[in-house]
């Protein structure tokens, strides 16, 4: 599902190939795909003439900004949405959504006066397009994470190590695939509470966050981590047997020999 390495793949491939293109025509079918308020005729009547200038990313968050400074688009690939420009989809297949190349399911898109066209196809419906989104909702940027950051965003939380990490308001761009990672090379338990991790282990996780982005953005996604999905694979680390749980309302993998 996609991650920020994945929203990233994505974002590259609206900046190579959806600039500078005059729009002719929007596809917005999915009421539901809208939201805070935008509308088919909405994106028409933004879109229509205008351009996309710049394809930027907080989080998961994409925004593509246009040749009217009014106008910004916001886009998210929820679980299973994928970018295709011109037939060209970003990143590897995903592994946990079909990658079937089924119309009906672009939710959103745009042709192009030259005859090409952006969609995004969300097999799931978990994603949205939005007029003008509220950048400012979304915490720093996980790839760009200082530990000052880090730390603020940890404060004295109360809630689970891995609950916190997935807040998208404190840090944006973490999922469940790369929280389970970055705290499995941590050796920080998902359910300890930040109040309880120190300095050192706090710069320990900063240090275990950008190893974990740059490492698995070099093998292809988030689903490249070392830490198995599976209790039938013991901890690659000290072979111990891995528990699962639900925190934070998210099935959970980690190693209680070594995550403390």
Known sequence: MPEILEVEAARKVLEARALD??????????TWFMKRGTTAPALRHALVGNAFTAARRRGKQIVLDTRDPDVRVGVHLGMSGRVLVDDEEAGDPLVYASNRRTPRWHRFGVHFADGGDFMLRDPRR????????????????????????????LAQRTAPIKAVLMDQ?????????????????AGIAPARTPSAIDTDERRVLHKSIRTALRTLDRRGGSHTGDMPRTLDRPCPRDSSPLQRAKIGG????????HQH
């Open 169 to 185: 308001h404190r840090i944006a761009g973490l999922g469940n695939l790369l929280v389970d990672e970055v705290l499995w090379r």
């Open 250 to 257: 998210r099935t959970t993998y980690w190693c209680p020999a």
């Open 126 to 153: 978990l994603g949205a397009v939005e007029l003008d989104p509220d950048e400012s909702r979304l915490g720093p940027d996980a790839m760009t994470l200082s530990f000052a950051e880090l730390d603020r965003a």
């Open 21 to 30: 293109r005059e729009i002719v025509k929007v596809h917005a079918p999915d």
